[in-house]
């Protein structure tokens, strides 16, 4: 760890007034997703309590056969499974291990709740849902009607998960959004390959990493989407649940960036608890 300006060949994230332990769960977090066969992960160069440094990259456009490339090592880092559904990154580069952490942007991150659980219905309710609702809250987005929706999908979920609830905790990125995934010259001439930045790893349900890439739409998803399924095929029904997944997400958008996202919410918090 250093304390001057970073290398020629590296990129700082910094705030000052990150949350303790921010920049270190990001690196560790970046450390767990790095598996032999997966996407490639962006490597860090330095981190200390209010910087990250990560390597520049230079930006490329990708090919079909890029994202089908893309879709098969994210569900080898998928199948790296985690121990709990819930659970965080291990220790490493002075994080502590803490399960919990943080999703959303550097300026305003949402404290992310963390632990064990051993289905990810009961992870889903306890560790998103209802801290979300709870932040919602408290920061006047959402009120007692929204309340009592959240808490209508939560009971609804053993069933909304269908054959979903049969997969366990698997390695997930964990806010896997289009702008998360870079696309990087390898090279060879045209070819370009996926690098991971901006994680919030943790023991999640792999259909959520999907739904992230869906959410704002990501580039040659079909193919992505394709080459996932050639090296784990997904549970029957995964289409149906893209939306439930999707939830947190959208409804996080409405706490944090304001109540234009509301109505979406507000529409797929009924959709789902009816």
């Not at 990708?62 to 499974?81: I, K, V």
């Not at 269908?162 to 964990?174: E, I, K, V």
């Not at 869906?214 to 992505?224: Q, R, T």
Request: aromatic share 8%; charged share 20%; proline share 9%.
């Amino acid at each position: 760890m250093t304390d001057g300006g970073p290398a020629p060949d590296a990129f700082r994230k910094a705030d000052a007034g990150a949350p303790a332990g921010f920049f270190a769960r990001e690196a560790a977090g970046l450390d767990w997703l790095r598996v032999s066969g997966g996407p490639r992960i962006v490597e860090v160069r330095d981190v200390g309590p209010g910087h990250l440094d990560l390597e520049r990259l230079p930006s490329d456009s990708p090919r079909p056969q890029d994202g089908h490339a893309f879709g098969r090592a994210l569900a080898t880092l998928h199948d790296a499974g985690a121990a709990a559904f819930g659970a965080g990154p291990p220790a490493a580069r002075g994080w502590s291990g803490d399960p919990a952490g943080w999703f959303g942007p550097l300026r305003d991150p949402l404290p992310m709740v963390g632990g064990t659980w051993s289905s990810w219905p009961e992870f889903y309710a306890d560790a998103r849902l209802r801290p979300l609702l709870d932040q919602g809250r408290a920061r006047g987005v959402l009120d007692r009607d929204d309340a009592a929706l959240v808490e209508a999908v939560c009971t609804q979920l053993p069933r909304l998960a269908g054959a979903g609830a049969d997969d366990g905790p698997a390695r997930l990125h964990g806010d896997l959004w289009s702008g998360n995934v870079l696309w990087v010259g390898d090279g060879t001439a045209g070819a370009t390959e996926a690098v991971l930045i901006d994680p919030a790893a943790h023991g999640g349900h792999r259909e959520t990493d999907l739904a992230m890439l869906a959410f704002f739409g990501a580039p040659h998803l079909p193919e992505i989407l394709a080459g996932y399924q050639e090296a784990h095929p997904l549970a029957p029904g995964w289409r149906d649940r893209v939306r439930l997944h999707q939830l947190y997400p959208l409804a996080v958008h409405a706490v944090l960036f304001g109540r234009s996202y509301l109505p979406r919410t507000r529409a797929l918090l009924a959709e789902l608890a009816a």
